[in-house]
Each structure stands twice: as C-alpha cells, then as structure tokens.
C-alpha cells in the first residue's frame, strides 16, 4: 500500500530536528518499522517525516555518573550485542535479541520504540524494571522523566508536542543484582503476548513489570510485595484491565502472565 503524500527531512542534529517538528504536523522517523507500516495502512498520515536516523549524538552506550546511557538512536541488535549492556543489564541484552528479526533488530531503535508506546513491545517492561529515566528534549530544554511516568495509554506517553527523546538513563545496578526478561512471542511478528521484566537488587528487593498485558506496561506492585513465588504468581495482573484480541483471550493472557511471572523469578532465585 501507497501511504498518503508528504515532505521529508533530514536532521543531522537534535536541534534541527526539534526545529523542523516545530513547523508544522511531522513525525519523527528513526528506525522506521512501527510508523511505515502505520502510515501504508493510512492509520498515521503526517504531513511531514523528520529522518534522525543520521544523527550520531542520539547513538551509543556508555557509563557515566552512576547511570548506564543509552542513546535513543542505538538500535536493538547494538545493544543485544554491547558488553556493558551484558555485564550490567543482561536483560536488555536478552529482550532485544528478542526483537523481531534481523532486519527490525538492525534498524528499529530503542527511543522509536519508546516513543510509540505499542503495549506488545518488549522496552516498556524493561525500562520499568530497570528504574530507568526517558531524557527528552524540545524547544523548551531538556526533561527527565521516569519510566514510571512515561507511559499513559495505549499508544500515548508523557513527550509533548515537538519533543524527542533523546537518551535512556538507568541507575548502574549494584553488585549481586540479578534480572531476566521472560517473553512469550506472537509467533509471527515477535511482539509479545506476555512478557516480564524482573530486577532483583542486592538489598532483595524486586522490581516486576509486564508488557502485553494491558493497554500499557506497568510494574505490579502486588507481586513484588507478594513473600514467596507461589504468592507473587497469584497476585500477577489482578486488578489490571487485560487486553483481549484474537491472539489471546484476557484469561490466556492472564495465565500466561502468571506463568512467565514464575520463569522469571525463578531465574533470579
């Protein structure tokens, strides 16, 4: 399918493209593999698209001021295969080597997906476990916003209108924390039907997130105060609205959600 007529852009810098989205109705283009498709289907139909795909300072990793940074422009297969990333986020490393295939993972990039919010995509329950901060910027400066704060409905997140995020920043994790990514795929798309995050840090405390579940990725505070696993998987998703669609019904969902819950705590125990 032929998407709707409209003007393209090319930033080489955050500043050009905060600029270009501030003239009009455009949309941001990085990796590109959840807006093209959008807009063949004619269900996103900006008048303009600003590529950043080029920009080098939304690119990279490093470790800086306590926090690992992770650029909004890196893609999911760098950071699958980054050795700071698997020496103290395994589970990053592990969720974006789950990421579609070959051709999403070397294109798609960590901010687009944040920034489109689809409630199947595997970095909402990650950043959320992580205690992880988006880093947005527009014409009116730089925000910080946490994880926990950043999605807000389906498809819908805190960045205002002609913002960008710009960076991932998430606290260096202390020596003996353990986490895994358990992810039960759509078979096809490799999105998830259920997928869970879990951090648990050296003082024993445990940070539990989903994605696929509901309309957004959410951590759930029941099961992380639940006292054993038996206890945790029972508390799972109660009391949250559980999507339904032709992929899995609100109570396959709903188990599932409870047995991945178990894989993932018991790969941290």
Not at 4 to 24: H, P
Not at 120 to 133: E, Q, Y
Not at 142 to 168: H, K, M, N, P, Y
Not at 263 to 269: G, I, R, S, T, Y
Request: glycine share 8%; proline share 3%; with cysteine.
């Amino acid at each position: 399918m032929i998407p709707v007529a409209f003007d393209y852009q090319r930033a080489v810098t955050v500043d050009e493209a905060i600029a270009a989205l501030s003239s009009g109705d455009g949309k941001i283009l990085a990796g590109g593999h959840s807006l093209l498709p959008a807009m063949k289907l004619r269900l996103n139909q900006p008048a303009k698209l600003v590529d950043i795909s080029k920009i080098d300072a939304l690119k990279g990793i490093k470790e800086e001021d306590g926090e690992i940074v992770i650029g909004a422009g890196t893609t999911h297969g760098t950071i699958a295969s980054d050795d700071l990333i698997k020496s103290k986020l395994p589970f990053f490393a592990t969720a974006a080597a789950l990421i579609g295939d070959v051709q999403v993972r070397n294109h798609g990039t960590i901010g687009g997906s944040l920034a489109h919010a689809d409630p199947a995509a595997d970095w909402g329950a990650l950043v959320l476990a992580a205690d992880a901060a988006i880093i947005t910027k527009g014409s009116s400066g730089s925000r910080r916003v946490a994880a926990v704060d950043f999605f807000q409905g389906l498809f819908t997140t805190a960045l205002e209108d002609g913002e960008i995020i710009t960076e991932v920043r998430i606290p260096v994790p202390a020596e003996g924390t353990k986490t895994s990514y358990q992810k039960f795929s759509q078979p096809a798309s490799r999105f998830a039907i259920v997928g869970c995050a879990i951090m648990k840090k050296a003082d024993g405390k445990i940070n539990i997130a989903f994605t696929g579940v509901g309309e957004v990725p959410f951590r759930d505070s029941a099961a992380e105060s639940a006292a054993s696993i038996e206890a945790a998987v029972t508390a799972a998703a109660e009391g949250i609205t559980v999507m339904s669609d032709h992929f899995a019904s609100e109570e396959y969902r709903k188990h599932l959600a409870k047995v991945y819950l178990r894989k993932a705590l018991e790969a941290v125990a």
